[in-house]
């Protein structure tokens, strides 16, 4: 297990406290709600739009909140489990918090350093980020910038298997220990804040760096990316739509590589059942709400996978969290490991990678505080009986 001697709570909450002796504040709000505000101040409107919106009405937004509102923590007084300790193991591999980042595309939008910057700080923090199929650096400089940090990959598995086995090679090569294949963005959802301003990152070339960057890709392609970048970034929309993406041929993906293989926008005990007979972990998620409206809060469907999966495979979370006390209950109705995604975006466009670093500190700080008040001292003793029923 990972050196975890460091204490996010009263670390971070100390320094604060101590340079508020001299008068400054935080360069970040610690609060969600100033973050996202002052984010939006800072990004452009098209940048805005692709990372705050949803599908449709953003119904499935508002659900995963709902759904973390309708549970609450019982706090529990004398349960003696002195400081907590949140070194744990993800997938193999040791880390600082059962806590990692997401898989977000285009964060060149957010910021000239995107994707190197959230390898830096995740690396230095010893939390695991996830790369993207639709990052802005080549997986290889990413890896490069997250030096010994632990890290996977998330892969797209557009209309070539050929671009998707270079892909997972590649992946496996520059030190990623999990492939994260996600399923729910088959076709891009119906997304009206991108729509309303007829803006497409990928169109435009963003967002589409591991593909150019790619062997298999540049071979399907007249001229080279550099030359052409227009032309490339139209063969990359018309490669990535894969609607008819099913059970037998994401089988091949064994023959590839032996990392294991987790199916990432599982929402349902049948899925998540067949998935763990199948021998693939699955990572409870709907996209952040940003690809099917009107569906599942996250949190409201994790119970029922966890229990369908019953222990046969890891359970990963993500969708909706905006605080420790989300990763909290993540954790207790049965998550391993849960992805923060939004809000590190949001640091990483207020200040680069020094603020994908204090956001992350932020949750873990609180995290660290909610499992010692509740006398947690380690992150499995984080449990369902910890949970009651709130208000609906």
Known sequence: MIDDARRFGPETQGAIYLRGLSGAKPDLPTRYGALEAQAQVNMSPEAWAYTAGGAGIEASMVANRAAFARMAIAPRMLAGGGNARL?????????????????????????????????????????????????????????????????????????????????????EACGCAAIFLTLDTQVLGWRPRDLDLGYSPFLRGLGIAQYTSDPAFRAMLQEAPENNPQAAAIQFARLFPNPSLDWAHIAKIRAWTKLPIILKGIMRPDDAAKAAAEGYGVMVSNHGGRQIDGGLGAFAALPGIVDAVAGRAPVLFDSGIRCGADIFKALAVGAQAVGIGRPYVYGLALAGEAGVSAVMEYLMAELDFTMTLMGCSIPEEITPDLLVKGAD
């Open 87 to 171: 070194g744990c193991e993800i997938l193999g591999v040791d880390v600082a918090a059962p806590v990692f980042a997401s898989p977000i595309g285009v964060l060149e939008m957010a910021h000239k350093d995107a994707d190197l910057a959230v390898a830096r700080a995740l690396g230095r923090l010893k939390l695991p980020m996830i790369i993207s199929s639709q990052a802005s650096f080549p997986m290889e400089e990413i890896a490069e910038a997250n030096g010994d940090g632990p890290r996977f990959f998330q892969l797209y598995w557009g209309q070539s298997d050929a671009v998707a086995e270079s892909f997972v090679r590649r992946a």
